[in-house]
């Protein structure tokens, strides 16, 4: 048994692994810089509330990069694409990504608020376009075995991205002008660059669009069969395509359901801001990754399938401590406990999900693939969870929790049913 574990182990010492940690880096640090660390930044310059919630407009690039991933899927950039397509895109990328949070970095947001949130949008779409050819590529450097490590390694690295963009950036801007963190933090996307230089040439096939000349009509009508049309009808011949949809909907819904909730739940029982940053967002991560490095060790030794299955249960299962956490209220060690429990489920659930939606993607058009069963699997957080202060609203912390808990048996039930049919195996 022991010996099985360390083979299953083995996979994180192959090379491979260093480029999915920097490429999670590069992936990663992009993400705050809109986000919390943005919204500091805009506080601490006298931008009114009301403006800080306009600026958060920025981010909807994320929720629609499936939009432009076949362009990112199928076109070869001049120059650029020396590097192979993906590498090509990713250097693309990260450029315009270091060149956006410069422009951010010396716009004033109080004085040129139009101006900052045009770069806060360009610098978005640089890192959903980058998070596009990213994820392409870590799927294409991996068989179905080991996604799970793939996976585990480059959220290791992408967390490590948002600890350098949150954290790391708050302790700067204690000392220095929020101006000359943004310029620092810039400097992030030099380690894509060097990482992506460094990287192996994908080997992709030719293709059509780059050996026939044709004239701009056929080639526009060719563009869009090969790149948008073909891979949902590459989706679509799979055997019971819809169930796999709905399984991808419901499989991260306990942990999506509740996320609307934690701040507000941990705000009721009486935690500072101060704890609540010292144990959720450092100790918090430190759990989330070592949860994902299990998750992708369990996915290489035992498979997707039963991987998934054991991960769902345990998200279900670790979402339960936070009735306890309910019943006892103000209590750091059972906050650390419950933490601790939940953020290493999560990460393993994530470890074993993507792997599960990496296998599904045809290796022909894996960024297009990727992008819409990605996006489809955001809706569960960005659309159903939305409903969930409504539910806290009119039932105990104790009874919201036991039912987000339970809302892991849909998803479990239909993997049972999935693997009995066969529409899922591994």
């Not at 101006?179 to 894509?192: P, R």
């Not at 006892?328 to 650390?336: E, F, I, T, W």
């Amino acid at each position: 048994m022991l010996q099985k574990w360390l083979k299953a182990i083995e996979i994180y010492a192959d090379k491979r692994m260093l480029t999915m940690v920097l490429l999670g880096f590069s992936s990663g640090f992009p993400y705050l810089l809109v986000f919390g660390t943005f919204s500091l930044w805009l506080k601490d310059a006298g931008v009114s509330l009301a403006a800080i919630g306009l600026f958060s407009l920025a981010k909807a690039p994320y929720s629609f990069k499936w939009l432009w991933s076949p362009i990112v899927d199928r076109i070869r950039l001049p120059l650029f694409c020396k590097l192979g397509r993906r590498r090509g895109w990713a250097l693309f990328a990260q450029i315009w990504l270091m060149v956006a949070i410069w422009g951010m970095a010396i716009t004033n947001p109080a004085q040129n608020p139009v101006n900052m949130a045009i770069f806060a949008f360009l610098m978005v779409v640089a890192s959903a376009t980058q998070d596009i050819v990213l994820d392409a590529y870590r799927i294409e450097s991996f068989n179905n075995r080991e996604q799970g490590a793939g996976v585990a390694v480059f959220v290791l690295g992408y967390r490590l991205g948002t600890l350098f963009s949150g954290a790391g950036a708050l302790f700067l801007a204690a000392v220095m002008s929020w101006e000359d963190v943004y310029k620092i933090m810039s400097l992030g996307a030099v380690v894509g660059i060097i990482t992506i230089l460094c990287a192996k040439k994908e080997r992709q096939p030719e293709t059509e669009e780059r050996k026939e000349k044709r004239n701009l009509w056929e080639r526009g009508i060719n563009f869009l069969k090969k790149s948008v049309i073909a891979p949902l009808a590459d989706f679509m011949k799979r055997p019971k395509w819809l169930v796999i949809l709905l399984f991808i909907f419901l499989y991260r819904m306990t942990d999506a359901y509740m996320a609307p909730m934690a701040y507000p739940f941990y705000d009721d029982m009486g935690f500072t801001k101060i704890e609540i940053a010292s144990i959720i967002k450092l100790f918090g991560v430190v759990a989330t990754i070592a949860g994902t490095l299990v998750g992708g060790a369990l996915v290489n030794r035992y498979g997707i399938v039963r991987s998934l299955m054991f991960c769902g249960i345990l998200q279900g299962l670790t979402n339960m401590s936070f009735v306890w956490q309910a019943y006892v209220g103000h209590d750091l060690s059972v906050l650390m406990v419950t933490i601790s429990l939940d953020n290493i489920a999560s990460g393993m659930g994530t470890a074993a999900f993507v792997a599960y939606l990496s296998s599904l993607c045809n290796k022909e058009y894996t960024a297009t693939q990727y992008a819409l069963l990605s996006s489809f699997m955001s809706l569960a957080r960005d659309v159903f969870a939305a409903t969930s202060g409504f539910l806290a609203a009119v039932v105990s912390w104790q009874t919201f929790f036991w039912l987000t808990s339970f809302m892991v048996l849909p998803s479990l039930l239909l993997l049972i049913y999935m693997v009995k049919t066969k529409v899922i195996r591994g």
